[in-house]
């Protein structure tokens, strides 16, 4: 938790810069969370516009299975613009030939299609890696399933996994058919840049071939390593406003730190990015190094209140969520449940310019409640802090279409919540509590890109 957010004017980055060469940790919060579209406030009603805009502030927008409360895709633009239309989203990310698609950026994330040569680097250093020609190898192993996979998709455009299913075990013939080594070859060509996912139904993937999904201005035209990873990284510092590079390496996930340093060396020497250091930002015992935008604003103050996925870029890297709010977080859905500190998958709670706390959300679509399983404050929570998660917990329930909260007896904001929602109901819950795990895609493609 931090001290009071100072009475400071607002003003643009690149005035400040010219001035002063460090920044309080105040101004580093408030500089990246408006440059994560805080600052602003909610529309009235969010359509298109809202949507891409935020999107566009993000840069890319991480995807993830579990949907306890609801898909984490979904979850950032709640977070700013409010309860909008998730079918506007859909149709954004789903439609055909959508202005967005799915690849591996951050992890698998949507980017928009536009940037798909951004990531042809990764793109070849993936099928060097998982498409060798060693006898003894995978691909070469598979290789028959791998050119019929393609043919299929070739032939025939676009596919679910089970339309290709029902039609291998049709067409299988020999020792080759196995339904694993399928699902492996559609991910392995995905990661190559040979297929596009074109679209979902519910949250089933379809596969078609890049040059089906992906327009043609863009496949002819692949960005060389060097440039890809100068505009990644322009994008990053952007996106994040001020930030160290090991933020900006982890925004695309960027192994190579030497071209990470590079690119900010080179935007740096073009006026772009400045560098700074930031009160309480270590390194090694001396101050850490960190790089400024000049597009980024320091804003007065941040006046806010939100409910954030684990994988919002506000949070996703968790030692820059440690750096900017003292915030030490981790989910627990892989944590034994008598273990558990804060519940399965307790979600980060902004306030203004810091974070909070934490619930724990699940959507019981059976009774149309949302049930609160835990909450919990950080030290120091401000006194408005229970009235104005409370607005945002019966926000969330509307958003989803549940008719009620209920609030369980687990954690120690659940009392200041429930006296903020005489309207809820409560019920007990706690570490132990089994909740269920949303089926996850299968052949997840984790496993192959980690």
């Known amino acids: 938790m931090r001290h009071p957010v100072p009475d ?13 060469s460090s920044l309080s940790a105040a101004e580093a919060r408030r500089i990246a969370l408006a440059a994560q579209g805080f600052a602003r406030p909610r529309p009235e009603n969010a359509g298109t516009r809202q949507l ?37 989203l859909d149709r954004l990310l789903f439609s055909g030939r959508p202005p967005y698609v799915e690849y591996w950026a951050h992890v698998a994330a949507f980017i928009p299609a536009a940037d798909w040569a951004l990531f042809d680097f990764r793109m070849r250093a993936m099928r060097a890696k998982y498409g060798g020609t060693a006898p003894d190898g995978w691909y070469a192993a598979h290789r028959d399933t791998v050119d019929w996979v393609r043919a299929e998709l070739a032939e025939r455009g676009p596919l679910r996994p089970a339309q290709i299913e029902r039609d291998a075990e049709k067409r299988a ?16 060509l995905w990661l190559f840049g040979e297929v596009a996912i074109a679209g979902r139904r519910g949250f089933e993937r379809r596969y078609g071939l890049a040059e089906h999904v992906i327009p043609r ?31 900006i390496a982890d925004y695309w996930r960027i192994a190579d730190r030497k071209a990470v340093t590079a690119a900010l060396d080179d935007l740096a020497d073009a006026g772009e990015l400045h560098p700074v250091t930031v009160e309480g930002w270590t390194s090694a015992g001396r101050p850490a190094k960190a790089w400024l935008h000049s597009e980024a604003a320091v804003p007065r103050r941040i006046r806010a209140a939100a409910i954030l996925t684990p994988f919002d870029p506000v949070v996703w890297f968790r030692d820059r969520a440690e750096r900017l709010f003292d915030f030490e977080y981790r989910i627990e859905i ?23 706390g934490r619930v724990d959300l699940k959507a019981d679509r059976a009774t149309s409640t949302l049930r609160v399983q835990s909450a919990w404050w950080e030290p120091g929570a401000p006194a408005d802090a229970a009235p104005r998660l ?10 989803q279409g549940l008719e009620s909260v209920s609030i369980s007896s687990w954690g120690d904001a659940v009392d200041d919540l429930a006296f903020a929602m005489p309207e809820a109901s409560r019920h007990e819950a706690g570490p132990a509590e089994p909740i269920a795990l949303a089926a996850e895609e299968p052949g997840s493609v984790e496993e192959l890109a980690s």
């Open 8 to 20: 400071e004017m607002s003003e643009p980055l690149a005035r400040l810069t010219r001035v002063k």
């Open 52 to 88: 891409n805009g935020a999107l566009g502030r993000m840069a890319t927008l991480q995807i993830d299975s579990v949907n306890v409360f609801a898909r984490s895709h979904y979850m950032p633009l709640f977070s700013r613009v409010g309860a909008y239309d998730t079918a506007a």
């Open 173 to 188: 013939r020999g020792p080759w058919w196995d339904w694993d080594v399928v699902k492996q070859a559609l991910e392995r």
């Open 217 to 247: 201005e863009v496949l002819d035209a692949p960005v060389p390593r060097e440039e890809a990873v100068r505009e990644l990284v322009r994008r990053a510092t952007r996106a994040y406003g001020v930030a160290t590079a090991a933020d």
């Open 334 to 356: 892989y944590t034994p449940a008598p273990r558990r500190r804060f519940g399965y998958y307790s979600l980060p709670v902004l306030i203004d310019d810091d974070v909070v």
């Open 390 to 399: 409370a607005d945002e917990l019966r926000l969330a329930a509307s958003w």
